[in-house]
C-alpha cells in the first residue's frame, strides 16, 4: 500500500491555520470580480473582443481558416477553442462563435456561416457538427499583421501554447459591432455604429486631436443598427449621451401604410428595433388585441420571408395611422430603447467609461504601436536577408576560391570566415546554396534585392523616426478600410435614419389604448367600487354587501376619466378602464387609492377639464377651482381643499350662470355675485355664508335671468325670479334670511 497512515505528528497541534473569514471572502470575491471583468465580459477598446471572441478568431487563424478558404466544421471551431485556449463550456463557446455569423446581430459579422445560425424569430441554430463557417474580410483586418510581432502573445491557460493578449484590430470593431455584457459590479453595452462614418472621425482625430464629441457627431451621428429602424432621440441627447459614455437611444420601427383601394389601407413594418425577437413581439401585439388594449387595431399578420414584413389591419379605414402606431409604440416593443454605457478596458487593464473621442483615441494609439512594430519586426527581417545578400556576393565574386575551400578544407567554415572576414550566418547561406544557383543571372537579382532591401530598410527607418510619418501611414491604412466599407457598397450603407417623432396629442393616444364602451359606475356607502356594462337607468335593483348600500351611480365610458372627492378636501383620479367589473360587489377604493381612514367619498363624477367647481366645507368656505386643476397622477392624489377636523368638504358644485345660492342647516338663504368667489387651486375658501351654529346645507349656481329653481319633495319645480330674491340678495359672508315659502324641508335645492 503506497498509502502514507502514519498520523501527524503528537504534538497537539492539528495544523490548521485560522483564516479571519471576511479577509478570505473578500480576497477571493475580489478575484473572482476582477476576472469577470477582464476575462469575461468586458470587451477591450483597441480590438473590440472579449477573450471568448478573440480566442475563436485566433483558433480560426491558427487552422488556416482564411476569408477565401474552404468552410470547415464549426465543431472542429470549438473543440480546438476549448481544447488549446478556452476551458469552458462547448455551447457557450458555439454560442459566441454562432452570434459572430448572425447579421442581424452584428453589423459587420466576424463569421461567415454555413447552414442554420439561427433567425430573428429568435430561432437556434444548427448543432455545431451542422454547421460551417470562415473569416469574413472584417476578421483578416482584425488579424493583419499578426504574425509579424504586431501585438503580445502570452500563454494560455495550460501554458502549451500562446494567444495574443489583443488583435491588431485594423477595423473600428468596438464601435463597428459594438458590445454588451454583464460582469460584477459593472456592465457594458454599447450599439453598432458605421464604419465608413468611424472612419471619418477617426481621420479627423488625426488631423485635430482635441476635437471635441460635437465635432465628432457630425461624423457618427448615431449608431447604425443591423436591423434598420429609425433613430428619434434629439441630436443633444445623442451628444450628451456619446459625451458621457452614458445614455440610450430610443429606436423605432419603420412602417408605412399600403393602400388597398377604395379608402382603405393597411400598415406595413419592414424593419423592427434591434434585438428584438420578431416572435416575441408579434405574440405580444396578439395578447394585447385580445385583452383589447388595442381598439384601433384589427389584425396582426407576419408575412415576412427573407425579409421582415409585419402587416397591421386596422379596424376601420377611419383610424388614423400615425396614431395606431404610437399607441403601439407605447405598448410594445416597436420602440425600444437601446441603453448606452462604454464600459470598456481600457489599455486592456482599467475597466472604465469612455466617451466616443476617447474610445477612439485609444483605437488611434493602438493602431499606431501596432504599425511601429510591424515597421521594427520588418527591419529586423530586412536586415537579416541584408547580411546573407552580402555573404552571397561574396562567394560570386570569388566563386573558383569558393568552390575550392570546399572542395579541399575538412572543414570549410571556419576557413572561409577567416578569409573573407564573414559571419556564420552568411557562410551558412553560402554552404547551403544550390548549384543551380551559380549563374551569371543570380548575382543581378541578388544585387537588385540588395538595392530594394536597402530603400526599403530606409523608408522604414525614416518612418520610425518621424510622428507626423507614422500618422500619415495609419491615415492611410484607416483611408483603405473605408473604401473597403463604404457607404456606397451593400455592407456598408447606412441602415438606421434620424427622425424626430410625430408630434402626437397624449391624450389621443391615451384614448387609443382603450376600447371605448358605455359603462355605469357604482359606488356604496361604504366606499366599494365597480362598473357596470352598459348605461343603466334604473339602479334599483343593484346588491350591497351587508350594511352597505348605494351611495351614488352614473354612467361613463371606458374612456373616461372619473374623479373622486373626499371629505378631507382631497382629490384622486381612476381611468374607468381600470374599475372591477360588475358581477361582484366592486372593491373598496382603499386599495386603488391612498385615502386616510377617518375620511370618506363625498362624491365621483366623469371628469370635463372644460368645467370649474365651486368646493364648499361643511363650516360655510368655499372658492372656484377648475377640474383641470384637480386631477392626480398618483395614488396619493392631490390636496384641493384644506380643512381640519372637524370641519371636512361638504360640496361639490358646477360652475355654471353668474349667481350663488347658498343655505345654511339654519334655514337662511344668502344669493351673491359668483365674482365674488375666487378661484383657487388649492386653499381653505373665504366665508360663502356666516352662521351662529351648524353648518351649510346646499349650494347652487344660477344665472339671475332664469331666475333661481328648485324642487321639493313631492317633485314640484318653484322658480323665483331676479325682483323676488331681492331680499336675500347681499354679499358674500353675510348671514342671509330665512328661506322663502315652499323651499323644501330637507335644505337641498333638490328635494
Not at 433567425?119 to 469574413?136: F, L, P, S
Amino acid at each position: 500500500m503506497g498509502q502514507n497512515l502514519t498520523p501527524p505528528p503528537g504534538d497537539g497541534g492539528d495544523h490548521i491555520l485560522p483564516v479571519d473569514l471576511k479577509a478570505a471572502l473578500e480576497e477571493r470575491y475580489l478575484s473572482y470580480a476582477l476576472s469577470t471583468i477582464t476575462q469575461r465580459a468586458l470587451p477591450d477598446v483597441r480590438d473590440g473582443l472579449k477573450p471568448v471572441h478573440r480566442r475563436i478568431i485566433h483558433a480560426m487563424s491558427e487552422m488556416g481558416i482564411r476569408p477565401n478558404s474552404a468552410f470547415k466544421k464549426c465543431a472542429r471551431i470549438v473543440g480546438d477553442v476549448i481544447g488549446k485556449f478556452h476551458p469552458h463550456g462547448d455551447q457557450s463557446v458555439y454560442d459566441a462563435l454562432v452570434r459572430l455569423a448572425q447579421d442581424f446581430s452584428q453589423r459587420y459579422p466576424l463569421v461567415d456561416g454555413q447552414g442554420n445560425f439561427g433567425n430573428i424569430d429568435g430561432d437556434n441554430a444548427a448543432a455545431y457538427r451542422y454547421t460551417e463557417a470562415r473569416m469574413t474580410d472584417v476578421t483578416a483586418l482584425l488579424l493583419e499583421g499578426i504574425e509579424q510581432d504586431a501585438v503580445d502573445f502570452r500563454p494560455t491557460y495550460n501554458e502549451e501554447d500562446d494567444e495574443p493578449v489583443v488583435l491588431p484590430g485594423a477595423f473600428p470593431n468596438l464601435l463597428a459591432n459594438g458590445s454588451s455584457g454583464i460582469a460584477v459590479g459593472m456592465a457594458t453595452s454599447i450599439p453598432p455604429h458605421n464604419a465608413h462614418e468611424l472612419c471619418d472621425a477617426a481621420l479627423h482625430l488625426i488631423k485635430h486631436p482635441d476635437a471635441t464629441v460635437e465635432k465628432l457627431v457630425e461624423f457618427v451621428p448615431g449608431p447604425d443598427l443591423p436591423t434598420g429602424g429609425i433613430i428619434i432621440d434629439s441630436r443633444e441627447s445623442i451628444i450628451e449621451s456619446y459625451k458621457t459614455g452614458r445614455g440610450g437611444f430610443r429606436v423605432r420601427a419603420r412602417w408605412e401604410t399600403e393602400d388597398l383601394g377604395r379608402g382603405g389601407y393597411q400598415i406595413v413594418v419592414t424593419e423592427i428595433p434591434f434585438q428584438v425577437q420578431k416572435s416575441r413581439l408579434i405574440e405580444k401585439i396578439a395578447e394585447l388585441l385580445i385583452a383589447r388594449k388595442l381598439p384601433l387595431l384589427e389584425d396582426v399578420r407576419d408575412e415576412s420571408a427573407e425579409d421582415i414584413r409585419i402587416v397591421l389591419v386596422p379596424k376601420s379605414r377611419t383610424v388614423d395611422a400615425t396614431l395606431l402606431m404610437e399607441s403601439l409604440f407605447k405598448l410594445t416593443e416597436l420602440e425600444s430603447r437601446l441603453p448606452l454605457n462604454m464600459n470598456v478596458l481600457s489599455m486592456g487593464r482599467v475597466p472604465k467609461v469612455m466617451a466616443l473621442n476617447e474610445v477612439l483615441v485609444e483605437w488611434l494609439a493602438h493602431r499606431k504601436d501596432v504599425l511601429i512594430r510591424r515597421s521594427r519586426f520588418r527591419l529586423a527581417a530586412i536586415d537579416r536577408r541584408l547580411e546573407i545578400l552580402g555573404g552571397l556576393l561574396v562567394a560570386y565574386l570569388n566563386i573558383d576560391e569558393v568552390i575550392r575551400i570546399i572542395r579541399e578544407e575538412d572543414e570549410p567554415k571556419p576557413v572561409m570566415m577567416e578569409r573573407w572576414s564573414l559571419t556564420d550566418i552568411q557562410v551558412e547561406a553560402i554552404l547551403n546554396m544550390r548549384l543551380r544557383a551559380l549563374r551569371k543571372l543570380e548575382e543581378i537579382e541578388i544585387r537588385t534585392e540588395h538595392d530594394t532591401l536597402t530603400k526599403e530598410k530606409a523608408d522604414i527607418e525614416a518612418l520610425l523616426a518621424s510622428d507626423e510619418k507614422q500618422w500619415q501611414t495609419v491615415a492611410w491604412e484607416i483611408q483603405e478600410v473605408k473604401k473597403q466599407f463604404a457607404k456606397a457598397t451593400e455592407l456598408g450603407r447606412r441602415r438606421t435614419q434620424f427622425a424626430e417623432a410625430p408630434e402626437a396629442d397624449v391624450e389621443a393616444i391615451q384614448q387609443a389604448m382603450i376600447e371605448k364602451e358605455p359603462i355605469t359606475v357604482v359606488v356604496s356607502q361604504k366606499g366599494w367600487i365597480r362598473a357596470l356594462k352598459g348605461h343603466m337607468s334604473d339602479t334599483s335593483g343593484l346588491t350591497f354587501k351587508e350594511g352597505d348600500g348605494p351611495k351614488l351611480a352614473f354612467p361613463a365610458q371606458t374612456t373616461d376619466k372619473l374623479l373622486l372627492v373626499t371629505t378631507g378636501g382631497k382629490a384622486y383620479t381612476l381611468g374607468a378602464d381600470k374599475l372591477p367589473g360588475g358581477r361582484g360587489h366592486g372593491e373598496p377604493v382603499r386599495i386603488m387609492v391612498d385615502m386616510e381612514n377617518d375620511q370618506d367619498i363625498l362624491t365621483a363624477f366623469v371628469h370635463d377639464p372644460s368645467r370649474k367647481l365651486i368646493l364648499a366645507s361643511t363650516a360655510g368656505n368655499g372658492f372656484v377651482v377648475a377640474e383641470s386643476e384637480m386631477v392626480a397622477n398618483t395614488r396619493k392624489g392631490k390636496q384641493i381643499m384644506n380643512v381640519s377636523m372637524p370641519d371636512e368638504a361638504r360640496l361639490v358644485v358646477p360652475v355654471s350662470g353668474d349667481h350663488v345660492a347658498v343655505v345654511g342647516e339654519n334655514r337662511k338663504l344668502l344669493v351673491f355675485p359668483l365674482a365674488q368667489l375666487p378661484e383657487m387651486t388649492r386653499g381653505k375658501g373665504v366665508r360663502l355664508q356666516r352662521y351662529k351654529d351648524g353648518g351649510i346645507s346646499d349650494v347652487k349656481c344660477f344665472a339671475m335671468a332664469d331666475g333661481l329653481s328648485w324642487e321639493d319633495s313631492a317633485g314640484r319645480s318653484f322658480t323665483r325670479s331676479k325682483d323676488e330674491l331681492a331680499e336675500w340678495m347681499g354679499d358674500r359672508a353675510s348671514a342671509g334670511r330665512l328661506v322663502p315659502k315652499g323651499f323644501p324641508r330637507s335644505g337641498k335645492f333638490s328635494g
